[in-house]
């Protein structure tokens, strides 16, 4: 179970998500608790003809308790997050089934801390500076120390400030969805005109 938490920590740490600071300057302050998952992972067969075999794995993922955020009320944090809508969703359907388009989908890994950054956002869209300070989990207080540059952190003295959104906040999928379109219209892709949340890529030769 130290090995998942683990395994989840250091994502926060590739991805930019929080950073240290002094308990005593923070002024929103979430308490967060882990949801453990278990699920079961396919192992490939190593001869021909063997049966497939699968494992038992833990996923750990920690979460903040966001109905203890005060910004929410405060500063009237912006939460939309926009999905395809129906008439968008019949649209490609109608375009996919004479063409026998093959329709995917796939999941993006640690989503929500793939997000713009608050600061980005402040940028972007003139709101107020995002303040979030989360309360580690004291009894795995040892485990966040075996982190780069976290091997003497207090948790009595200390907090972490998170620079992104994470699982539990309001603001989280519409930080997320900030970076999907970014990331969408950089590779070409436009916004339909009946659904802002579906996009599509034109050939330079159609119509």
Do not use: C
């Not at 994502?11 to 453990?36: H, P, Q, S, Y």
């Not at 388009?101 to 890994?109: A, K, M, N, P």
Request: hydrophobic share 40%.
């Amino acid at each position: 179970m130290d090995a998942a938490k683990l395994t989840e920590l250091i994502k926060w740490i590739e991805l930019k998500t929080f950073r240290r600071m002094i308990r005593k300057e923070a002024t929103n302050i979430l308490d967060g608790r882990w949801v453990l998952t278990w699920k079961q992972k396919y192992i490939t067969a190593t001869s021909l003809g063997a049966k497939p075999t699968f494992e038992w794995i833990i996923k750990a993922r920690l979460t903040a308790r966001g109905f203890k955020d005060l910004q929410i009320d405060e500063n009237k944090v912006a939460t939309y997050s926009g999905t395809a809508n129906r008439v968008s969703q019949r649209i490609v359907n109608s375009q996919a089934a004479p063409t026998k388009t093959v329709l995917f989908s796939f999941d993006i890994g640690t989503a929500f801390l793939r997000g713009v950054t608050f600061q980005d956002m402040a940028k972007r869209t003139g709101t107020p500076l995002r303040s979030v300070q989360s309360d580690f989990p004291p009894k795995d207080v040892h485990i966040l120390r075996k982190l780069p540059g976290m091997a003497d952190f207090n948790h009595v003295l200390e907090v972490l400030e998170f620079l992104k959104s994470m699982w539990g906040l309001n603001d989280a999928p519409r930080l997320f969805g900030m970076t999907r379109d970014d990331s969408l219209t950089k590779a070409g892709l436009k916004n339909l005109i009946s659904g802002a949340s579906t996009m599509i890529k034109v050939d330079g030769n159609y119509p």
